[in-house]
């Protein structure tokens, strides 16, 4: 039996630190068939690939899954609870590379950096049309105070923003941010609206028309939590009286080369990679790789533990 089945390449140190445990590891994007490979697996390690619930019943030797990053939504984690299968994940592992990912987003957007470059490049065509944007004493609205939210809210503060965090449990004098529990309240105050959202049924769908509509002109969308969380078709038609949008996640990954959104001036995109950057890679990686040795181990997963049966 296969003690552990890789659905994607992971970081080096992480690969050595499972076959240093002593476990047989099956990498399945080397297989012309990863099926048998993953259902005869006592562990799956999964970063981004969508798991079948049906997977699970074919699999009865599994033991545990354990999620490279945060986000389990491509894991069906309802069904491994009632099965007595481990869940764990990530969380921390990305926070600063997401957060610099964010910031980059808010700053290119705001002060025109694409639109600069072209001008730049052009003998400065159009440049007098150019209006970049300060972030000093602009409005953050943050939506998702985890780690990743928390340390953008650092980060724009070091900027001289006002940070604002929508949040049902957090107060003020826990976190040091204004907090909200009204969100659509929060939304006309926002020039800038940044989504760290996992994505849930209660948060599928959350940012819509109606909520993109509250926000003021100029304002900026940014989401590098989970796709699902904006209707991308709200945003496609709220694009013109928006200050800029800026996305890493989308509700289909890879989202087809016609999607409407890239036919915007005022937008920027990446391939879900805020969380690529080589140091968080490994510690994704090596987080991972540590909490499916402990589950196996029967150990409390040193990082954090999704769901146990």
């Known amino acids: 039996m296969t003690d552990v089945h890789l659905t994607e390449p992971i970081h080096d140190d992480a690969l050595a630190l499972l076959q240093g445990a002593g476990l047989n590891v099956g990498k399945g994007w080397e297989m012309a068939d990863p099926l048998p490979g993953l259902m005869a697996a006592r562990a799956w390690l999964v970063r981004t690939a969508r798991l079948d619930v049906a997977w699970l019943d074919a699999a009865p030797g599994l033991k545990t899954i354990s999620k490279h990053g945060v986000g ?3 894991i069906p984690v309802a069904e491994a609870l009632a099965r007595g299968i481990v869940v764990t994940n990530t969380p921390g592992a990305n926070a600063g590379a997401v957060a610099e ?3 980059m987003m808010m700053l290119a ?3 025109r950096v694409v639109a600069m470059d072209r001008s730049a490049r052009t003998g400065f065509a159009g440049a007098g049309a150019l209006v970049p944007q300060d972030l ?3 409005r953050l609205l943050i939506a998702g105070f985890g780690a990743i939210g928390r340390r953008v809210a650092q980060l724009a503060k070091a900027f001289g923003m006002n940070v604002t965090v929508w949040h049902r449990r957090h107060t003020a004098e826990e976190i040091g941010f204004e907090v909200v529990r009204d969100l659509r309240a929060a939304l006309p105050r926002a020039d800038v609206l940044s989504l760290h959202l996992p994505l849930t049924p209660e948060t599928r769908g959350l940012i819509g028309a109606a909520e993109l509509a509250l926000l003021p002109a100029g304002a900026i969308v940014l989401n590098t939590g989970r796709g699902g969380v904006v209707d991308e078709n709200a945003l ?3 694009a013109s009286r928006l200050g800029g949008i800026g996305l890493d996640v989308f509700e289909a990954e890879p989202p087809p080369s016609d999607h409407p959104l890239f036919g915007l001036e005022n937008a920027l995109f990446s391939p879900h990679a805020a969380a690529l950057s080589p140091r968080a890679f490994r510690q994704m990686g090596m987080m991972a790789a540590q909490n499916l040795i402990d589950t196996l181990n029967g150990h409390p997963p040193r990082d954090r ?5």
Request: net charge neutral.
């Open 305 to 309: 533990l999704v769901a146990q049966g």
């Open 101 to 103: 990912h964010t910031l």
């Open 72 to 74: 389990v939504d491509n």
């Open 109 to 111: 957007l705001s002060r």
């Open 236 to 238: 496609t038609q709220a």
């Open 136 to 138: 000093e004493g602009r």
